[in-house]
T-cell receptor
Framework: NAGVTQTPKFQVLKTGQSMTLQCAQD?????MSWYRQDPGMGLRLIHY???????DQGEVPNGYNVSRSTTEDFPLRLLSAAPSQTSVYFC?????????????FGQGTRLTVV | GESVGLHLPTLSVQEGDNSIINCAYS??????FIWYKQESGKGPQFIID?????DKRQGQRVTVLLNKTVKHLSLQIAATQPGDSAVYFC??????????FGAGTTVTVRA
């Protein structure tokens, strides 16, 4: 029972580089989301998706793109990495998009931009 | 703006004692709240949830209390164990299906 799988676990980028953080869930969940976690702060929502083909912006979307071509996958793209994007990124999924059920989180991707 | 927050960033508790972690929220329209536990190097893990039509909910060794009058949420952990050492987050469901997280309380259990 894999749940939510994120890859890679660690990544170092140079400023200006682009990359994609992968997220996959095998629970057939409708709702998926990406958060970033910075020291001393809670998780902040970057982007979310209520189903395949539907995405929307969260609290801190600038510098990130997402797509949801399948129910299982929800990749997060950094277009041109900046040091301010150094953070731990978490992907989460929920059974529905009503917001009244728990979210299941992946193990996180620790990203450092130098 | 409206947000979810925790009263204290750290809590030190003696093993075997009860722990109480507090959270204040300001969005009176929120109807669902969750407590998460995050251990070092891991993603947040669901502990317990409560809906706004309830005042109290109990799980295994944990109890969540919701006081809508003062917009306060608390998590009580009975007989705290070393494995309870972690960061605890409360989260509130905003009206547009987004979870808003507090900054977290780090719980350290003393042997």
């Amino acid at each position: 029972n894999a749940g939510v799988t994120q890859t890679p676990k660690f990544q170092v980028l140079k400023t200006g580089q682009s990359m994609t953080l992968q997220c996959a869930q095998d629970m057939n969940h409708e709702y998926m989301s990406w958060y970033r976690q910075d020291p001393g702060m809670g998780l902040r929502l970057i982007h979310y998706s209520v189903g395949a083909g539907i995405t929307d912006q969260g609290e801190v979307p600038n510098g990130y793109n997402v797509s949801r071509s399948t129910t299982e996958d929800f990749p997060l793209r950094l277009l041109s990495a900046a040091p301010s994007q150094t953070s731990v990124y978490f992907c989460a999924s929920s059974p529905n998009s009503q917001g009244n059920t728990e979210a299941f989180f992946g193990q996180g991707t620790r990203l450092t931009v130098v | 703006g409206e947000s979810v927050g925790l009263h204290l960033p750290t809590l030190s508790v003696q093993e075997g004692d009860n722990s109480i972690i507090n959270c204040a929220y300001s969005n009176s329209a929120s109807d669902y709240f969750i407590w998460y536990k995050q251990e070092s190097g891991k993603g947040p893990q669901f502990i317990i949830d409560i809906r706004s039509n309830m005042d109290k909910r109990q799980g295994q060794r944990v109890t969540v209390l919701l006081n809508k009058t003062v917009k306060h949420l608390s998590l009580q952990i009975a007989a705290t164990q070393p494995g309870d050492s972690a960061v605890y987050f409360c989260a509130e469901n905003q009206s547009d299906y987004k979870l808003s997280f507090g900054a977290g309380t780090t719980v350290t259990v003393r042997a």
